[in-house]
């Protein structure tokens, strides 16, 4: 016997309005949970954004410790020579306070956002040891120089790491780079450990 058409059409416009009923009911085609289980579900969907959150941030926080501050003038670099640490003050219209010891001179320099620049220079004039404190990163290629393609490797290691949410700490043959804090305090050191004057420890570097 032939199909009616009609009957037909009817049939399947019915099927389809049932099956949007039935999506309605649900969230993007997930059968909706209740009591407990939906609990679980809330915690763990939480759970998730704060983990994501946390991710997001260890990556930002990587960012900024490579290359945050690029625009600022270039400091004396790790390892290389003092004699840029005076045009950089200037350049940066920065204050600077050096403190001459019997193993090394301390300058200090603070720049206008902030944030203070320690350079540890040895008797022969290297610059053995670099720290810094404030709201801002400073530019660390241009203080780490030839040591900063190293530091970027340790970096990214450490973010692959099980504890890539904590404090960085590299701990490399021939550079030691340590840095923690969060947005407007920030805080760290690197220094070259062949390099540091007899007597001279790296407690003393900050």
Do not use: C
Not at 7 to 27: A, F, S, W, Y
Not at 121 to 146: K, Y
């Amino acid at each position: 016997m032939a199909s009616n058409p009609g009957i037909v059409g009817k049939i399947l416009v019915e099927e389809r309005n049932k099956r949007q009923r039935v999506g309605l009911g649900t969230t993007q085609g997930v059968t909706p949970v209740s009591g407990a289980n939906q609990k679980v579900s809330l915690m763990t969907t939480s759970k998730q954004h704060e983990m994501a959150r946390g991710s997001a941030w260890a990556k930002v926080a990587g960012i900024a410790l490579i290359a945050f501050g690029l625009g600022l003038p270039a400091f004396a670099a790790l390892g290389g020579d003092a004699s840029s640490v005076q045009t950089d003050q200037a350049y940066m219209k920065a204050s600077i306070k050096t403190t001459a010891g019997q193993a090394y001179t301390l300058h200090e320099i603070k720049t206008p956002m902030g944030t203070v620049v320690h350079e540890f220079v040895s008797a022969d004039g290297r610059v053995f040891a670099i720290a810094w404190h404030g709201p801002f990163m400073p530019p660390m290629q241009q203080l780490l120089g030839s040591y900063f393609q190293q530091f970027s490797a340790g970096v990214q290691a450490h973010h692959a790491g099980p504890v890539r949410h904590g404090p960085l700490n590299i701990q490399e043959a021939g550079l030691v780079v340590q840095s923690s804090g969060h947005p407007r305090g920030y805080f760290g050191r690197a220094y070259v450990p062949a390099m540091l004057p007899q007597g001279v420890t790296p407690d003393q570097l900050r």
